[in-house]
């Protein structure tokens, strides 16, 4: 090894190690240890925590392997197929065969959207019209065809979009089809 980089790995290394020190100080607070003011012990009763349902990672896996599945037999390898929580954080993504890279946004997006409104985007671009500004402009949102809630006990905790095929009509019929899968081996 040459000196110099013997010299960047030594400063790299000291780099390193002060990070790690001022990460594990500021997230420590103030005071030392022995001073430290312990967290507090929420106790799960009713009024205090909120219980929260949310789709598994295999059943994520599930839906978007089953979505895209229906796209590809249906000769739409392009597309992008997103399940995300009702937060919009996602779960599962899988983007297809060729599929460009605004169908990733797209998928989100149309997750997102049927997961926040618990609604199926089809319904929900139907209530869009006029020229002022209107749910269309919330971000992070996309209301066109291809995104589908997934509801438990009638609540929607999860939404599965699908983007990229030449109408949404086509991207919804694949999100049904990965709701469908999560319904289908929940069966079995």
Known sequence: MKKSSKVFAAAAAGALALTAAATVTA????????????????????????????ISVGASAEAVSGALAKCQADKLPFVTVALVDRFGTVQALLRGDNA?????????????TAAAFGTPTSE????????????ADLPGTLFLAGGVPLKVNG??????????????????????????????????
Not at 162 to 180: I, N, Q
């Open 27 to 54: 997230n420590a607070g103030p005071g030392t240890a022995a001073t430290a003011v312990p967290a507090a012990d929420i106790q799960p009763v009713p009024g205090n925590v909120v219980q929260q349902n949310r």
């Open 100 to 112: 460009a890279e605004h169908t990733i946004e797209a998928a989100k997006q149309k997750a997102y």
């Open 124 to 135: 929900l671009a139907k209530r869009i019209n006029g020229n002022g500004p209107s749910i």
């Open 155 to 188: 609540v929607s905790v999860a939404g599965i979009g699908v983007g990229g095929a030449p109408d949404g009509a086509l991207d919804e019929a694949c999100a049904v089809a990965g709701a469908d899968a999560i319904i289908a081996a929940a069966a079995q």
